[in-house]
Every structure is written in C-alpha cells, then in structure tokens.
C-alpha cells in the first residue's frame, strides 16, 4: 500500500507546479465520491462509482474532447476498445474510467507520458484470451503512474477496506506531500516494477479467489534463470553455517517450549484416563517429548516406580515396526524375552500383549514416544494399523507427534477409534535437524543427481561403520577406479567423455569385476568369491559402488562420487 | 530464561540418540537432569508442607499452584466416582443396543452346521454401517460367550492380517489356539507333538487342535469385510469350505456399505460357498441420543454439560462418522476438563466448609460472574447486608456458595426432568417431524425452550386431544416428574369422567377441531365464514375444564423448571460449557496450525521486540520467511528467483554483514521444511522450477 502511495503522490506534485488547480478539484471530486460508497462497496457499485468519476471530470473539462480528436485514430480507438471489454469485466478491474480520467485532465494530458500511452494501446491491442486480467491491469498501471484517481480506483476492485484506507491515506498525504520526502519514498519502488506481471493479488482474496488467481491461465511466466550458477551447498557446509547461526527467536522459542511443559501433568492425566496422545504443529517435537520422558520419570521414580519408557523415532530411515514392537517386548520382559521372537509383527505384538496380561496390575504401564509417526518409514497403512493395535493394547500408553499437516488422513474412523487419541496443538519452530536430511531434501527436490546422496561424508560416515576388511576393499576400489582415470586422461577420447560428463567420472571409469577379485585375494582382503560379493553387496546397500555391464558382458565396477571426492575418502582412508 | 536450553542450539545435546530407530529411554545423569529442575521445583514448591503426599498425585494445584492439597485430591475423588457411575451407564446402554443382535447371532452360531447349510458355509452377514465399533463388541462377547461354555471360539480377521493366502492361514491357526491356550500354548503346540513337523499354516494343525479340545463352533469373524482382497478372499473360503467336515467353521463378515455391494465384489463361485443370514446393527446416532440423554437426565446427576459442549459433541455425531465409545470418550474429556481444571469443581465433593477453608478459593468464587449477578440481586432485593456478608466473610461465602451449588443441581435435575417430559409429551403431540431429546436439551440448556415454539405448539395439540389420547398421554408421563407436577387431583378427576362416561367416549374439548362448526352465511353475494362452538354436551365442558387446568398445571411447571442455567448461582461448579479446548482435542486443523505457525510466526512466538513493522523480516524463523514469499507466488515458482528474493530480505536487513552461505543453509532448511510438509515439489515444466500444491486456507 505505502508503495503505491508514494508513486501516486509523486505524480501529484509534478502537476501542482504546472496547473496547481484543476488537477485538485478532479481529484478530491472523485475521491469524496468514493468515500461516500467505499463502505458498502459491491461490484455493482463499482460500476456506479465509475460512472460516477467518469462523469464528473468530463462536465469540468470540455477541452479534453478536442486533445482526443487531435490523437491518432489508432490511438483513439486504443483508448475506447477497454471501456466495452472493462465493463463486460467490471467484476475483476475497471479501467474505464482510469482512461477517462486520464483524459479528463488536460492538463495532464500534455505532460502524459507519450510511450506509456502507445504501450496500453499496444496491450489492448494483442490482448487474448490469458492476459484479459493482467492486460487491463497493466494498462490501468501505466496510467496509474500518471493518475492518482487511476490508482485508488484500481484499488477498489481489491477491497473496500483498503480503498477507503487509501483513499483517506491519500487526502492525508496530498496535504502533506512535500518535495524533501519524495526521493526518499521512491526507493520503495523501482521504477516500472509494477509493469511486470504479478502472481500476488493484492489486499486479502478470500482463499478461494487466490487458488484461481494464481491459477488463471498464462500465469505461468516466470523468468529463465536457473541456479547453474549459483554452487549449492555441501553437507559439510551446511552444517557448519548452521552451526554459526544464532537464532533470533532463541528465547521466544524457549518460551513456547516452558509453556507446552506445563500441559505435562494433564498429559499424563489423560494417559491415566487411557487416553493416547498425539501432538502435532509446526516443528520437532522431539525435544519436547524428552522431555517429557525426563518429567515423567522422575515424577514416578519419586515415587518409587520406575515406569519403563520406549522411544521410537520414526523418521529413523529401515525402521521397522516389527523393531519398535521388539523393543517394547525387551523392556517388558527383560530377561524372560525369549530368544526367537519371531519374524512377524504380528507375532511379536501378540506376545507382547500376552505379557502385558500376565504382568501383575499393580506395575507401572508401559509409556511409548513416537517421534514423527507421519515419517515415510511409519506412515504406511499396514505399519499405522499394527501402531493402532498397539495403542488400544491396555496398559500401553502411546504419545505420537506428527509433523505433516495432514496427518490425519492416515487413519480412518476404525483405526481413529483403536488409537483412541487426544490432540494438543505443540508448535515449537524448533528446526527439524534429527528428522530430515535437508541438504539430501533439497537436492531431491531441486532434482540435482550431480551432488550424490550422502557425498563424501556419507560414504566416510559409512566406511567408519565396516569392519577392517571392508574399508580395505574399498580402498582398493578407489586406487584402482582412480589409476584407471588418470590412464583414462591420456587418452583423447577417454578424456573428452570425462569432461562431458563431468559430474561422476567415477561412475564411466570403472574396474572390471574379475581384475578387482583378483587384487583383493592377493591382498587378503577377500578369501573366496562369496565372501567378496558379501563386502561388496555392502557396499551396494549404501549406494557406495555402481556397476554395470559393458559392451563385452564384463561387470565393471564404479564409484558414485567426484575425482576430488575419491581422493578426499581415499586419503582418510589411508590415514585412518 | 533456561541456561541448557540457551545451549543447545542444535537440540542435540541432551538427547544422544537422535538417530536410533527404538530405544529404552534411560535418565540423563543427574548433572544434567538439573535442566528439569524449574518445573520440577514449581510444584514441589507449592505442596511444599505436605511433603510425600503431592508426589503421587495427579492433578496439580490450581489458583496458581496456591490450591489446598486437600481439595486437589478432593477434585480428583470426585471425578473419579462421578465418571465412573457415567461409565457404568454407558456401558448398560452399549450392552442393551447390542444384545438383541447378539442374541440373534449367537443362536445363530449355535444352530447352524454345515449340514443346515446344504454343505455351505454357514455365514452370518453383519451390516454396521457407521458404527464400526460395534461389531468388536459384539465379537469379543460371542467370544466370551462361547468360551464359557467350552464351545469354541471367535477368531477376528482384519484385512492387515491378510496379505497372502498363507500368512492368513497361519494367523488364523494362531489366534485360535492362542485364544483358548495362550501365547505359550500355541508354540507348545506346534514343537510338543508326535509325527513329523507340520508347517505352521497348515490347517491339519487345526484339525488336531479340534479334535483334541472338542470345539463344536470355529467363528471366523472378517472385520473388514470389504477390504480383503477378493481373490484371497476366494481362496480362503474355499479352503475352509473343503475343511468344514473336519473343523466346523462359522463364517461372519462385517460390513459396512451394504450387503448388495459386498456380493457384488465377490466372484458367484465365492458367493456359492456360503449360506447365511443377514444381521443389522443398530445406527450409533440413536445409541448417541441414549447415552447423552443417560449422562444428562440422570436422577443423581451431579454435573452438567452447557449448551456450547452439547452442541459440539452432537455436531460432532451428525456431521461425521462417530462410534458411541467415541462419543462417550468426548465426554469423558469434558469431565475431566472440568476436573482437573475448576478449582470450583471441588464443591462438587460435598465437602464441609472446614476442609475448605482457604482464601484463595473464595477469591476464586468472588470472581466468578454468577457471584456478581447474585450479589446484585441480593441487593437490588434489598439485603446490601447480606451481600456485605459474602463479600467479607470467607465462611458466609463457602455456606451459601456449597449451598448453592446444591440448589442448582436441584434446578437442573428439574430442568432435565422437565425436558424428560416435553420429550414423552412430543411422542404424543409430534405426528410427523420427531425432535430428539439431544436437540430439546441444547435449546433448554440455552434457556429459550420456555417460551419456543415447540413448547406452545405442544401445549395446543395437548387441548385438541379427546380423552384417549389424553388418558395415553397421562399413562406415559414419566413417574418421577409427576410428582412435581401436582397434577394428581386433575388426574384423579379425568379417571373419574372417563369412569363416569364409559359409554359416551371419547370425550372431546372445545379445542378438538370436531367441536367448533363452520357456519357459511352468503351475505350480499359475498360468503362469510364463521367459526362457532358446536354446542358442548355437559360431559364434553367438564372434560374441557379439566383439559385446562391439565395444561395450566403444564405452564406452571415449565415456567418453574425451564430456567436459564447461566443464571444459577454457582453454576461454575457445576455446569461445563467450555467449548474450545473440547473441540480442538479431539478435531484438530493440523495444517491450519502449521500454516498459521508459519504465516503468522509471531502469533506462537510471543515477542517483546515491536513486531508489526514489516510483514516479513528476519526476526521471523527462515521457514516462515520463505512460507510468506511462497504464498505470493504463482503456481510455479523459479527457484533462484525464490533464492534470491530470501536473500533479499536477509540482505536488506543485515546489509554487508548478511553471510550469503548462511542465508542458504536457512533456505536449504526452509525449502526442506516445506517440501516434508508436501507444500512444495519439482516441477518437470521447466527447470529449476517448483510447482505449488497447497493454498493457504483451502
């Protein structure tokens, strides 16, 4: 709002020094005409308001007939053609009298500008079927910046509130108005911004007018950069700069937290009512539900019961629902867990619950956290239907938090029932650090393959896990996949695929399967063929080792990562 | 504020386990437990004279931790009792509603064998519709049932449990040797027996669990009927129909659309193994209506829920799908509510003044707007001293105050009763159109049901009557409301005329529309109507007499006993009319949350810095920042434009100082955050390009 003021106040001035009065009388004119329908402005109304200023000019200023006569026909009849379409559109914009009134001040005329005016004829010109929203817009832009008239009527087809609001803001203004502010207010807006298209709709649509408004037809014009230039971040980035990152809502944050920990003790009122619970809005509640944990075990212990307390953090990529039901059986049954449990779920469930049966009723019941329940790995049907039996099991306590918006949709109304929930609104903004892979996300989402899933840290993070003959296997791979490049580079047409492919060298430059073997048994890294494709296929399951075919039907064996990144991992590999 | 917390930016220090998938939570050492200790020492702090006794109890005191000790776990008995006598209720009427159809498909069960069947399946549909819960019940009954008379058992089937042929068959096998021998049975089972090994999904294992326990009756119960897969579905049954000389199966399908639709999806083979008999569930609205009137009208009731949580838990009903436990769930929340959250509440315990005794409470009761409005009546009436005496003397107050509440039940009981009788009256009255009893308890907890519609209209059908109806209408008053409605010498007085005229009835009013004639005069080519009184016989004038009287002594009751309970003194204590913490338990808007957390951060984040300045700034959290320039957007959205617009509002505000790589890390977290919230995704029209799948407050 405060930008277009400054514009339109601009041009106000300008014409004070020339013709200091009629501009005056045209304006207020029309804005007392408005301010009297501003309230209970209707479309309909609109139209009246038009008519309204439409007409007022024009019984002051006569002259203006001849200034149009004088136009070229082309331009006249530029100028006529939007009356008709406006006001068969008069719902959506009405530049109608925008035009008139920019030919209703002569004054003005003369100073108009004259490119400003070939554009909007031109707009009206070529206007089809998908500009038909942004043509008139455009149009009554352009003679906005030359009108101030022009600009509060557009606004009308926003909102009355925001007409009156400006209308008024406008009187106030024009009384005020002194050239020393000027300069300042025009570094709001950059000349000509408002020419461009915009997706954003001005003042408040109601939700569904903004689904349409952005979705109209021929919308779609966005600008041509890509982001080739701009180098993305690494994992090691950026968890360094986040490291360097203060947050400015530290202690509003905080706050929000001490305020959600006071609903502790009714939390676990309603676990004592059998209720389950479920907390949902927007952020990792997973601090919270520590610490809730921390309240209740020594709320109880102080008691002198030590309440068994599982945590199951669903965003946990292959965790399985079979694992959380194992855990909660350990903890029930501790030592007495017998030794094969079983490999369905089901099973594990049902002797979990037997356990629970037989476990005398005076024992603490068992509570069970589930950090994000809507996480991929979870929020399968089978898996939410195995939760809910969970939840209706008696004596199981479950506090589930979402972090979806639409949670909610994974459950139907006999799974709502079985889990029995309450909801509490727990909107903590802390970030999801622990629950997503954001540079991974991101990557995904930009549909960037160069940057590989994991890097280099993951493969390292990886290679750290596996035992000495794995990371020797693997060291092996990357001296020799590396040897093959720097051959590779020697030869032309070897050297012009890498460039062009650019990205993962390693993954074109490969060793061949058997060559590979062969190094490892003399290395002892590998004793038998069964037991090399085992500490390979490990590396298959991170995604560490690419191979394929080639033309001849050996197996040629590759590294997904960067020459540097090979050099990086091979280094501390051979360091470590 | 919390040293720890102000440490911890990244949340990771206290909790090390971020990236285990299921653990058993262990105590952070005692070091570090130091961070719980402000919340901890809050409630200690306050109990701190009665030691022990606080640590084990569940409600925390109310009246900023000032509450007596005594009264928190008054307030906590009290909701015990109450809720469970309102459980009790609910559970009779569940088992009421459901005992015909058990009955039913018990004998059903018991009566038919394969050989009733023509060598089918015996099969027993069960149609629910929406009340889904039922059929569990149901199920767990027949279990219990069959179970005690060692005649088998039931084994339910969901649609989970059968993702193939085998797995099914092996589930099946479990649950029923586990229902009757336990989970160490079952594998006793399979490892202790002669011969060689069978597969745990075979059904000879069954047959041998049959014939060793002599089960007469296996009901195979499919909970979800529809949701199997057909072609399992066929394979199953085909298999059991080929057991069914060995193990006597009983097949029951629950299902929710219709019987009709459910045979549609079945191939005709599948169709032609079965035989049975179609059982209906009754619908959870009526179950609804039974249970809100139970927990309302009770005759000991000691608490009430307002018109707005009534309103709710029916709107609730009508508008979705809802089991009557879930209804009666919603309820219990609204109890506990209550509870745990009125310090008044504790009035409710009949407790003596003395145990009460503390300032703070009658605080508490002074500030109450129903104490305001008394106090003005009491001086409008003309005792300013008595008002005097309640606003200085805590003792006064408590007497009068638990005095009151005890009136109040007693005006709401009546007003309950009251309801009670407008309901069986409208039996009478209403032909065509039945309102609830539900609907007639919002409108007379709203306090308008004194002077409605429904009343007058009721009141005048009543007059039309001739003595038949009147003489069903008075048999079918409820006994505990005719005593407080006097109207014993009227109704002595009607037994009498109709006595007295046994021959001539009915008798009829000079309201009934057969009494009055309709004269048509043609008075200068003009026809007037005329209404007139058909003479009267004597008997007919006498029973209009009584007529009136009958539907005076109606007014005078309803004009005493339709009160407004917002009116009530102390009716805090006893009334819960808390709509919203209700209706967001239990239906929350998740994505308006989140969207509201995101577009309007400062509406969670309590700020003491000027906020309103500018829309977006960088105070805001870097997802909110980007949500905002999100919804601006079109529906598709060129990233680096996106990328540097974020930037721009770092850079504008920061200036030099503004780190482009740590804005980027803060976009990279941004974009992720909304991509996990499916707000954003890659869109293939162009590059770099993302397309926009969620619009705000739609």
Known sequence: MKRKLSNSDLEADHPEISTPKRPRTALSHSNGALNGHAPNLSPLLEEDVGELSHQAPNGQSTPKKSSKATATPLKDSGLKTPTHKSKARSLFATPTKSTIAKTGTPSRMRKADQSAKKKSARVLFEQDEDSAWDGSEQLAEEILQEDEVAETENEIDIGAEIVTESVEGDKIEEGKATDTKAPKRRAGRPKGARNKRSPTPEGELPPHERYFFQNRAGTGKTSNTTLNKVSLLTHEEYFEKMAQYTDPCQQEKEYLLSIHRRSFPQWLFEFEEGFNICLFGYGSKRRLVHDFADWLYQKRSVAGKIPPIIIVNGYTPGISIRSIFATIATAILGEELPSKLGAQPTEVLELLQSALKARPADEEPITVLINSVDAPPLRRAVNQTLLARLAATPRVRLLLSADTPNFATMWDISLRDQFNLVFHDSTTFTPFTAETNVVEEVHALLGRKGQRVGGKEGVGFVLKSLPENARNLYRLLLTEVLTVMEDGHQSDDEAATGVDGGVRPGEDNGVEFRLLYQKATEEFIASSEMMFRTLLKEFHDHQMITSRMDPSGMEILGVPLSREEMEGVLEDLVLA | ?698
């Open chain 2, 1 to 698: 504020m919390d040293p720890v917390g102000q440490e911890d930016v990244l949340d990771l220090s206290r909790d090390k386990s971020p990236n285990q998938g299921a653990y058993v939570y262990q105590p952070a050492n005692p070091g570090k437990t130091a961070s719980e200790r402000p919340a901890k020492r809050r409630k200690v702090s306050s109990a701190h004279d009665q030691g022990q006794a606080a640590v084990s109890q569940i409600f925390v005191p109310l009246l900023n931790g000032e509450e007596n000790l005594i009264s928190t776990q008054l307030r906590h008995d009290c909701y015990k009792q109450i809720w469970s006598r309102q459980e009790d209720r609910i559970q009779a009427i569940l088992e009421d509603v459901d005992a015909g159809v058990l009955a039913d498909v018990l004998s059903f069960v018991r009566d038919n064998t394969p050989e009733t069947c023509n060598g089918c399946i015996p099969t027993g549909l069960v149609t629910v519709g929406s009340n889904v819960s039922s059929l569990s019940r149901l199920l767990s009954r027949l279990n219990d049932q069959l179970l005690s008379n060692d005649e088998g058992g039931v084994v339910v089937l969901e649609s989970g449990d059968a993702p193939n042929l085998k797995t099914t068959l092996k589930n099946v096998i479990r649950a029923v040797i586990t229902n009757t021998e336990g989970n160490d049975g079952y594998h006793e089972f399979l490892t202790d027996r002669s011969g060689p090994r069978l597969l745990s999904y075979d059904l000879d294992l069954l047959h041998e669990y049959v014939q060793r326990k002599g089960t007469k009756k296996l009901v195979l119960a499919f909970r979800d009927s529809e949701a199997f897969d057909p072609v399992l579905l066929m394979d199953l049954l085909s298999l059991l129909k080929s057991w069914l000389d060995r193990i006597p199966f009983t097949v029951l399908l629950g299902i929710s659309t219709s019987v009709e639709l459910f045979e549609g999806r079945l191939p005709r083979a599948c169709i032609s193994l079965l035989q049975g008999k179609h059982f209906e569930v009754q619908d959870a609205g009526n179950c609804v209506d039974r249970i809100y009137e139970s927990l309302q009208a009770g005759p000991e009731g000691k608490m009430w829920l307002g018109r707005n949580v009534t309103s709710t838990l029916l709107e609730k009903t009508h508008d979705y799908f809802q089991t009557p436990e879930a209804f009666s769930r919603m309820v219990k929340h609204a109890y506990m509510s209550h509870f745990f959250a009125n310090p008044l509440s504790v009035l409710l315990a009949n407790p003596s003044p003395a145990t009460l005794s503390h300032p703070v409470l009658c605080e508490a009761i002074r500030n109450t707007p129903s104490f305001r409005m008394f106090c003005e009546d009491l001086i409008e009436s003309g005792s300013p001293e008595n008002a005097r005496n309640l606003i200085e003397s805590d003792e006064t107050l408590l007497q009068e105050a638990i005095s009151h509440v005890e009136i109040g039940q007693q005006s709401m009981r009546r007003l309950f009763g009251a309801i009670g009788l407008i309901f069986s009256c409208l039996q009478h009255t209403q032909s065509v159109k039945k309102t609830n009893i539900s609907d007639l308890s919002v409108r007379g907890l709203s306090g308008d049901l004194s002077e409605s519609q429904v009343l007058d209209d009721m009141l005048a059908t009543m007059r039309t009557f001739d003595s038949e109806k009147m003489g069903r209408l008075l048999d079918t008053l409820p006994e505990a409301e005719l005593t407080h409605l006097l109207i014993e010498d009227i109704r002595a007085d009607f037994a009498s005329l109709v006595g007295a005229h046994a021959r001539s009835l009915p008798l009829r009013s000079e309201y009934n529309i057969n009494s009055s004639v309709m004269k048509t005069t043609v008075v200068q080519q003009r026809i007037l109507l005329s209404k007139g009184k058909s003479n009267l016989a004597k008997r007919d004038l006498e029973y209009t007499r009584i007529v009136d009287r009958l539907v005076g002594a109606f007014q005078e009751y309803f004009a005493e006993t339709l009160i407004q309970p917002q009116e009530l003194f102390m009716h805090e204590a006893f009334l819960f009319d808390f709509r919203n913490p209700l209706k967001e338990t239990f239906t929350p808007r998740p994505r308006f949350a989140i969207e509201r957390a995101l577009a309007n951060p400062f509406d969670y984040l309590v700020s003491s810095a000027d906020t309103s300045a500018a829309r977006i700034s960088v105070k805001q959290p870097p997802t909110a920042i980007l949500y905002q320039l999100y919804l601006e957007s079109g529906a598709l959205v060129n990233i680096h434009d996106l990328w540097q617009t974020f930037y721009s509002v770092f850079e504008s505000e920061q200036g030099d100082a503004c780190d482009e790589r740590l804005v980027m890390a803060l976009f990279y977290g941004a974009l992720s955050d909304l991509r996990s919230f499916g707000m954003v995704k890659n869109s293939r029209k162009k590059t770099d390009h993302l397309s926009k799948s969620v619009w705000i407050g739609l």
